[in-house]
Structure formats: C-alpha cells, structure tokens
Nanobody, 120 residues
Framework: QVQLVESGGGSVHPGRSLKLSCAAS????????MAWYRQAPGEQRELVAN???????NYAESVKGRFTITRDDDTNTVYLQMDSLKPEDTAVYYC??????????????WGQGTLATVSS
C-alpha cells in the first residue's frame, strides 16, 4: 500500500509564489517519474511538469521559466516551486508517481490534490 500526500496550497496575489510538496509513503522500492498535474474549474486535467529519476525535467509551455520541479529521493518527496503566479494558474494541483512496490510491480499513484488560488 502506497500513498501520496500533498501540501502547500493556498491563496496568493498575482506575482507571488507558492511551493507545493508531495510525499510518498508505504511499501516503496523505488520511484520512477514524478509529476504534477492541475485541473482548473471546468477544464481537463493537464500536465504541469514531470521529473524522471535521472533528474530530467519537462514543463508545460505555460509554466516554463516560472515553475520548477525538484525531487528528494531520500525522503520520496517531489516539490513544485511556483513563482510569478498568474490568475490562470488557479487550479487543484495533483501529484502522480510511478512507484515500484516489489521486483515485479509498478503502480501509478495519485495524490488527493491541493488547491492553489491566485487572485487580487
């Protein structure tokens, strides 16, 4: 049994920053790609950024240069530093990880989501 627990959401003014965290716990051998998605009201869930276990990263065009994804494999945690926030960044942010639980099993796990609101 593995789970992801997110934290760090909140309400900020445009131009300010937020840092999201997502910690994995449970029976974990190792973790592959870790990612952040977001879903705005009335919109489909979209990929924001991901990071492989090699450290290679990928970002949505809309957040390039403003958001930074990092990971700490000692604590099984992925972070999303969000700077220069815009109202259109308002969404529920979800983390997702591919987690190896045994030599043969890899599971895709989602967090419960954390709300980030950007408004003046």
């Amino acid at each position: 049994q593995v789970q992801l627990v997110e934290s760090g959401g909140g309400s900020v003014h445009p131009g300010r920053s937020l840092k999201l965290s997502c910690a994995a716990s449970g029976s974990i051998l190792d973790i592959g790609t870790m990612a952040w998605y977001r879903q705005a009201p009335g919109e489909q869930r979209e990929l924001v950024a991901n990071i492989k276990n090699t450290g290679s990263t990928n970002y949505a065009e809309s957040v390039k240069g403003r958001f930074t994804i990092t990971r700490d494999d000692d604590t099984n945690t992925v972070y999303l530093q969000m700077d220069s926030l815009k109202p259109e960044d308002t969404a529920v942010y979800y983390c997702k990880s591919n987690i190896r639980t045994t030599s043969y099993d890899v599971v895709e796990v989602w967090g419960q989501g954390t709300l980030a609101t950007v408004s003046s």
